[in-house]
């Protein structure tokens, strides 16, 4: 059931690569509740995924842009207010790429070229999305700019590697960012934590299936998934969150709260 929550707004979404990205399912979601937006993701990353077919889907305008370059980002914004007509009122950054973990590079022997590459795309390209917003004056007053990220900034697991380190970067530049954004337009900028989720993404991490059943074990609600994901971004796109920012918002079914569950507790037993 749609309740127009953003009816009248407008936006970007970085990052839809096909129909198992979340940002996939949150532009199908915010299209729903009336919002309209451009789609964007890098031309290598469109090529490989279905980013035409969502924009058909959605009626929505698709501007190539690399997150990692100021140029690019310059010509999305000024770009999508022409298009969607005005300022904007929501970001969405779905994006995250580790050439260590694509080439099972292991966390004692990175490629530190690789290593400063995934910083920039996965943590760095944030805060350039958000310098580029504020510079081109693109948000409107209680926008709402939001990045996903995942636990593994705080914690360590196995296989998740230099992409930890990004995760760390994008969370600290949300509350510092947030902190600037806020008092001079009132824009809101958060992160949100998601379960494992299966994504393209996910699935190129070594052993995600295994840690998939054990998150859903630790978690008293299960997994978050994609479509719930897609939900509660769209409530923080929307007015009902406009005092919230400078958070990581843990959307996990409890696993970050969770010590032990008796569904873990019988699979450990011998």
């Known amino acids: ?15 839809a690569l096909d129909e198992n990205s979340i940002a996939w399912k949150t532009a199908l979601k915010i299209k729903e509740e009336g919002g309209q937006f451009t789609l964007t993701n890098a031309p290598i990353a469109m090529r490989m995924g279905k980013i035409k077919e ?30 969607l007509g005005g300022k904007l009122d929501f970001v969405l950054h ?14 004692g022997d990175l490629n530190y070229d690789w290593y400063l590459k995934t910083l920039d795309i996965s943590g760095v ?3 350039k999305v ?16 939001l990045a996903l ?17 990004a995760k760390a970067v994008l969370e600290s530049i949300a509350r510092s960012y947030g902190y600037r954004f806020g008092k001079a337009k ?30 859903r074990m630790m978690s008293p609600l299960g997994n978050a998934s994609g479509e ?27 696993f970050s709260t969770t010590g032990i569950t008796e569904e873990l507790i019988e699979k450990l037993k011998k």
């Open 1 to 15: 059931m749609a309740y127009n929550l953003l009816r009248g707004k407008r936006g970007i979404i970085f990052g």
């Open 54 to 83: 969502l924009a058909t889907q959605c009626n929505a305008e698709i501007i190539p842009a690399d997150a990692t370059s100021e140029s690019d980002l310059n010509t999305l914004f000024t770009k999508s207010m022409e298009i």
């Open 94 to 107: 779905s994006i995250g790429m580790s050439p260590n973990v694509r080439k099972d590079k292991p966390y």
């Open 125 to 127: 390209s944030f805060h």
């Open 130 to 145: 958000c310098q580029t917003a504020e510079k081109t004056d693109a948000m409107n007053e209680w926008g709402s700019i």
């Open 149 to 165: 990220t995942y636990i593994a900034s705080q914690r360590t697991f196995p296989d998740y590697s230099d992409m930890a380190q």
């Open 186 to 215: 009132k824009v809101r900028v958060n992160t949100i934590s998601q379960s494992p989720t299966v994504t393209t993404a996910g699935a190129g991490i070594s052993g995600f299936d295994v840690f998939f059943d054990y998150a």
């Open 228 to 254: 719930d994901c897609a939900n509660y971004i769209t409530l923080m796109f929307s007015d009902y969150s406009r005092m919230v920012t400078m958070q990581n918002l843990m959307h996990d079914g409890g």
